[in-house]
């Protein structure tokens, strides 16, 4: 069983493999890196590590156990209030995550929803799911939202959906409202 430490972020929580041992370190590369003087340490999943401190404003709680100490919803927060990138199911459940963390979402999303898929992102865009990114560019001085289909459809919850986001307008989402309105 291991032992992860669980840290909150503004869309979503995420965890590290934490050690208060040196018998946790056995078998993997910081085992003759790390010495007793320097426990606990968390492990990033980038080849890095770190010295734990529960003092940290974003730590939240350790965790004891097999696999992936976190659900779908609690590492992507389901329907949140402050949405602005993620996921949309075409339910019009959103996921929320970061500019950089829409492929890990879809792995877990497809996981969960669509086991067995061999390129999560586009079963998701398959299965009718939006993609909503960060349409900076770079030369505008504020980001916006940009909603990516693969079908070029949505559904009418998600329609309402964006509508609720304030989304409803963006020049993407008036021309696939347009092209499925019939449909509803």
Known sequence: MKKYAVYKSETGYYYNEYHDTLDSLKGTKFENI????QLPVVTTGQGGYFHFTPN???????VECDGCPLTVEEMFFKNQETFKLGWMSP???TYSCNYTNH????????DKFY?????PERALGKAGW?????SWDGTQREHGQFVYSLTGKIT???ADRLFDLGLYNNEEVSKMIADCEDTW
Not at 130 to 134: H, T
């Open 156 to 158: 009418k919850r998600q």
């Open 56 to 62: 940290d404003y974003m730590f939240d709680r350790i």
């Open 103 to 110: 492929t890990k979402a879809a792995v877990m999303l497809c």
């Open 115 to 119: 086991p067995g898929e061999e390129y």
């Open 91 to 93: 339910e019009g459940d």
């Open 34 to 37: 790390i010495d007793e003087s």
């Open 130 to 134: 939006l993609k909503i990114i960060d």
